[in-house]
């Protein structure tokens, strides 16, 4: 039986909202220390709704898919909406992941917290989903396996 499953493999292939925003209204760089996989989420923001994201991802196919399908959950949703995200319904959405690249689900929900954290901070905001949030939060505890 294959590790990935057609979807995961569509969205590392072929990943979606690919790049950086110009400009962006809030930005979140999130890695892990243990296998150095990066992941950095750019989002443009109007009147509460995420009307744009983009990622750059250094790391395996999970991470990759993961930041894709994590920024197309993402568009069209508000600020409360988005903080909701799991790292569960990226996976659900994925089709499933290894339980070995679980943390790249992880990595994906941490960074649209914190560029959403990101856009709080430049605009005075608060949110309840961000309760208790670090964005500089150690990652040990999802390390990857080698």
């Given at each position: 039986m294959?590790?990935y499953?057609d979807k995961?493999?569509d969205?590392?292939?072929n990943?979606h ?10 930005s979140?760089t999130y ?13 443009k923001v109007e009147?509460d709704?995420?009307?744009d994201a983009k990622?750059?991802?250094?790391g ?5 898919a ?14 409360d ?9 990226i996976i659900d959405e ?6 070995i690249?679980i943390?790249c689900?992880v ?10 954290y990101?856009y709080?901070?430049?605009n005075?905001?608060t949110?309840k ?7 500089n939060?150690d990652?040990d505890e999802h390390g990857?396996e080698?």
């Amino acid at each position: 039986m294959a590790m990935y499953n057609d979807k995961v493999m569509d969205h590392f292939m072929n990943p979606h909202n690919v790049g950086e925003i110009q400009g962006a209204d809030g930005s979140g760089t999130y890695g892990s220390p243990v296998c150095g996989d990066m992941m950095k989420i750019d989002i443009k923001v109007e009147n509460d709704v995420i009307k744009d994201a983009k990622f750059k991802t250094f790391g395996c196919g999970s991470a990759i898919a993961s930041s894709s399908v994590a920024t197309d959950m993402i568009i069209g949703l508000t600020i409360d909406e988005a903080l909701a995200v799991t790292n569960k319904q990226i996976i659900d959405e994925l089709g499933g992941l290894p339980a070995i690249k679980i943390h790249c689900s992880v990595l994906a929900d941490h960074a649209i917290k914190s560029a959403i954290y990101d856009y709080a901070q430049k605009n005075g905001k608060t949110y309840k989903g961000l309760e208790g949030f670090d964005p500089n939060a150690d990652e040990d505890e999802h390390g990857c396996e080698v």
